[in-house]
């Protein structure tokens, strides 16, 4: 019976015959790059092809410090480094330790220049995004109707909003007519007016995602009237249709997050808003409330009613210091009167004719003060106490004044 070997030990085999080989050791292999995929380790996995076929390849993170440029898809380039079996899955791969471009492949100039084009034409324009509705209710999906895109999708809504409506066009995304299926099922859904379209599909390499690179997808999500996010493949693959889209989403998932707004959140803000709103409302009613008090107190004051009470009070306050005023005034007018009176009796001729004097005034009736004022033969009139007595100037004696010197 022939010998039997396990599997590691033929992969060991295998691999040995891989390291004895001179030629396999040190090796240049010009190839177009696809299924390039950059690794959270810093590793880069891809393959290596050409019209007739496929070389699996990596970079370790160690050997990238001489990559001067990013590896990406469609790029026709020359790897060197060495072949290889991989002893666990048994198959064998290019280990790269240096990479240097040698011109882009046909798919990856096609696209290219399709992107200069359209960018020139304006649709990739900032201003032709139209803005993605915070609350949609209704999301339409254009994708295939099997596969982990729409999986992810359906979870994902089902996860943040259960009453969002989700709403699929089960389109072609890989091969021949996938392109026109994709624009078939954007129109569809533009005409059902949606709140937002996801347009999209899991990863894969440039060939599988050369639908979404397509001139006729461009145009119909340019054209679409309902705003449109773009998630096709991974993170780090992009196409025409991320560069015309309303918005660009990494992955489906990703584009699930952004369409579908997060109802608990949604009703947690809710409340937050409702409990702000009441606690505002209390704290203006509170306000008011004071300045309403206020505004009670000065309208007592200011009442009519009010100004009237204080008028009054402020003229019986007058009227008081008036009659105090008069009071005084009369006090003061009466000691005068009483003084001058004093004096007027102390003139007075009445007072000298009770003293046995006689007040004497012509019969004009004019007082007489001076002999120098009457003449011989003028009638004269003598008051005394009890009566009148009329005279006749029979002489004029002038005397001299006391204390007059005489000449």
């Not at 990739?124 to 995004?129: D, H, S």
């Not at 009770?354 to 005034?361: C, D, L, P, Q, T």
């Not at 120098?372 to 001299?400: F, N, Q, S, Y």
Request: charged share 25%; hydrophobic share 40%; aromatic share 8%.
């Amino acid at each position: 019976m022939a010998s039997v070997y396990s599997v590691s030990q033929v992969n060991g085999y295998i691999k040995n015959l891989f390291t004895q080989d001179f030629a396999l050791q040190r090796i240049s292999i010009r190839g177009e790059v696809s299924n390039c995929k950059y690794h959270t380790s810093g590793h880069i996995y891809f393959t290596l092809k050409d019209k007739t076929g496929t070389l699996a390849a990596v970079m370790f993170a160690s050997q990238r410090r001489g990559l001067t440029f990013s590896l990406a898809e469609g790029q026709q380039v020359v790897a060197t480094g060495n072949v290889n079996v991989y002893e666990r899955d048994g198959r064998y791969q290019l280990y790269v330790n240096q990479i240097e471009l040698d011109g882009a492949g046909d798919l990856f100039r096609r696209f290219q220049a399709l992107k200069a084009s359209l960018e020139e034409m304006g649709m990739f324009a900032p201003e032709y995004k139209q803005p993605i509705p915070k609350f949609a209710l209704t999301v339409g999906v254009v994708t295939a109707p099997t596969g982990a895109a729409i999986r992810d999708i359906i979870n994902i809504t089902h996860r943040r909003n259960p009453y969002v409506q989700l709403y699929l066009y089960p389109a072609l995304v890989q091969g021949s007519g996938a392109a026109p299926s994709i624009v078939r099922g954007i129109e569809t859904l533009d005409r059902m007016d949606l709140d937002v379209l996801i347009v999209g599909r899991g990863g894969g390499s440039i060939e599988d995602l050369w639908a979404f690179n397509e001139e006729m997808v461009a145009r119909a999500i340019f054209a679409c009237q309902t705003p449109v996010i773009s998630a096709v493949g991974h993170e780090t693959d992009f196409t025409i249709a991320d560069f015309v889209a309303d918005l660009r989403a990494p992955t489906p998932s990703a584009a699930a997050e952004l369409a579908v707004f997060e109802y608990a959140k949604f009703q947690a803000e809710l409340s937050g808003f409702s409990q702000r709103l009441w606690r505002e409302m209390a704290s203006r009613l509170q306000e008011d409330r004071a300045r309403l008090r206020q505004l009670e107190l000065k309208l007592q004051v200011l009442h009519p009613r009010q100004q009237l009470q204080q008028q009054r009070q402020y003229l019986a306050e007058l009227e008081g210091r008036l009659q105090t005023l008069l009071s005084q005034r009369m006090q003061k007018e009466r000691h005068r009167l009483e003084l001058l009176a004093g004096r007027l009796q102390g003139l007075s001729p009445l007072l000298k004719i009770s003293k046995g004097f006689a007040f004497v005034s012509k019969e004009s009736g004019e007082k007489l003060e001076s002999v120098t004022e009457a003449k011989v033969g003028d009638r004269l009139i003598l008051h005394v106490e009890d009566g009148r007595i009329k005279a006749r100037v029979e002489e004029c004696v002038p005397e001299e004044r006391m204390g007059k010197r005489t000449e």
